[in-house]
């Protein structure tokens, strides 16, 4: 669980890394899953933004009691699993991230994540690891934000640089099993991994069901036919549909 001290950071900074670690077995296994997946599908050895279309396994480790619970602490109890994507970044030839805001991304109404980043390596700056701005959520607001279609980006559309200072950022560095939690609003991204290591990084995206998954409205966020944002299943994870209007139906 997470710390009265962590929940603060969490609000306060919009990031937050708990103590808790994935155990070794766990992390085996995804790392295998990892494996399949891209013997599978080459085309997703550096990133796969839909994990679950493609291996449902990865549920497992979304149900993982130990994550609801600091979830729960930070959106409350009533939670939705709407995604779970890999950035795999391997050595030399994983790809930068640009500085972002998720939110921008997605069909959700009104706008609510909670993101779990579970580092699969480790992860530093040397091969890429997260970086944030501390405090970039707090007015809970999109900034400008500018389609880059440049080789080499995992993300096309780009925070425009006069929105924040990067001298500001600081580096989320993780040992593997370890995990961070960020909110939908903060502003992020990832350097290129030009290192001799992979730096394998999956997520899992949880909602209040206090908001909507909008389907109906996800053709317009699609500006990438890899997101399928439209065919994405909503999980229902604990307690119940407080909107009673988020579509839970198997849609892969």
Not at 19 to 33: F, K
Not at 95 to 102: A, I
Not at 191 to 207: I, V
Request: aromatic fraction near 10%.
């Amino acid at each position: 669980m997470l710390t009265d001290s962590q929940i603060i950071q969490y609000r306060s900074d919009g990031f937050v890394t708990p103590d808790y670690r994935v155990p070794d077995s766990v992390l085996a296994d995804i790392r295998d899953a990892h494996s399949r997946l891209v013997t599978r599908h080459p085309e997703f050895s550096d990133y796969c933004s839909a994990l679950l279309a493609y291996d449902t396994w990865y549920l497992t480790v979304a149900r993982i009691p130990e994550i609801l619970d600091m979830v729960a602490q930070v959106i409350g109890d009533n939670i939705a699993l709407w995604n779970c994507s890999f950035f795999a970044k391997p050595a030399k030839v994983g790809t930068k991230t640009p500085w972002h805001q998720d939110g921008e991304y997605w069909p959700i109404e009104p706008l609510a994540t909670c993101t779990v980043w579970i580092a699969i390596d480790a992860s530093t700056p040397e091969n890429g690891c997260l970086r944030v701005i501390p405090g970039s959520h707090r007015e809970q607001r999109l900034a400008k934000h500018s389609q880059n279609d440049a080789e080499g980006l995992a993300l096309n559309l780009e925070l425009d640089h006069s929105e924040f200072r990067e001298a500001d950022a600081q580096d989320i560095v993780l040992e593997p099993g370890q995990v961070s939690l960020h909110d939908v609003y903060l502003y992020h991204g990832s350097e290129a991994n030009h290192s001799d290591r992979p730096r394998r990084g999956m997520t899992l995206r949880y909602m209040p069901t206090t908001s909507v998954y909008r389907h109906d409205q996800a053709t317009r966020f699609q500006r990438d036919g890899r997101l399928v944002m439209s065919q994405r299943t909503v999980y229902l994870m604990r307690g119940v549909d407080q909107t009673q209007q988020n579509d839970f139906r198997v849609r892969y």
